[in-house]
């Protein structure tokens, strides 16, 4: 009775809705593990960063993915 009134695509779209909120979540977890963990700014750049990851997600996650150094804690670093 339910399988007819809820098709095999609304399945696939939701389970798709459900796990990109779950990669979403991910990833502003992410943003604030690592802001925390990082040891070159203090306490001001990092409650910063954590308004803006809280405040505005989407842009905040953004800038604070692209404006993060290379070789920080938990990112690349160069073998010299």
């Not at 939701?14 to 977890?29: A, K, N, P, Q, R």
């Not at 992410?30 to 505005?56: E, M, P, Q, Y």
């Amino acid at each position: 009775m339910v399988a007819s009134t809820y098709p095999l695509f609304d399945i696939f779209l939701t389970m798709l809705m459900f796990f990109g909120l779950v990669i979403w979540v991910f990833i502003i977890v992410w943003c604030l593990i690592d802001n925390f963990r990082r040891s070159d700014h203090g306490g001001l750049a990092k409650a910063g960063w954590t308004l803006l990851v809280l405040v505005l997600p989407v842009f905040g996650c953004l800038l604070y993915v692209v404006s993060r150094p290379r070789g920080g804690p938990g990112g690349p670093v160069a073998l010299a």
